[in-house]
């Protein structure tokens, strides 16, 4: 679809016309895949929870939108700030040295060491806002708000990533153990 198109389509979405909003967020999805999947060198589930996590951003500011100027130039400044939003949080991911790492003083804190670096290590096969998610939540006890306030994520997409991310971690594990 071309500017005017999308610009019409988002309007009438705003005048209430569900039916041009549906069919504008299902265009909105395929131009989106196209510009993350140029922009990075990611896996599909990646690309696709920016996209969703794109979607979620518009929906919640739909309201900003200025009719007198382009859509695709307000959309893709969206997407721009989503795609930065995912590169610091792949930068801030530490690592701790071997050298630095404490040594257990009984078998069972070896056998909780363990674990967290279990755990930790599977964390990392998820995508970085699906862990941080997970990690907020399960593991450090934080309420949605507080995780979605600690990664910087909307709510919606807190609950979406820990749901996806144990989704995957269990498949992950089911399928080994056969």
């Known amino acids: 679809m071309d500017e005017d ?99 257990p003083t009984s078998e069972k804190e070896l056998e909780q060491q363990i674990a967290r670096h279990d755990v930790g290590v599977a964390l990392e096969q998820l995508p970085a806002k699906q862990a941080a998610a997970i990690r907020c939540v399960k593991l450090e006890g934080l309420s949605m708000e507080e995780a979605a306030s600690a990664t910087g994520q909307s709510i919606p997409a807190v609950k979406v990533g820990i749901h996806r991310g144990l989704k995957k971690l269990l498949a992950r594990f089911a399928n080994s153990k056969r």
Do not use: C
């Open 5 to 103: 198109q999308l610009r019409t389509l988002m309007l009438n979405g705003l005048r209430g016309d569900a039916g041009a909003y549906r069919q504008l967020l299902a265009t909105l999805v395929v131009d989106l895949r196209s510009f993350f999947r140029h922009r990075i060198a990611l896996g599909t589930d990646d690309i696709e929870d920016l996209v969703q996590e794109t979607l979620l951003a518009i929906h919640s500011r739909r309201e900003t939108y200025d009719a007198s100027k382009p859509f695709t130039g307000w959309l893709f400044a969206i997407a721009r700030h989503k795609l930065i939003d995912r590169y610091r949080l792949l930068a801030s991911r530490k690592v701790t040295p071997l050298d630095q790492v404490r040594e």
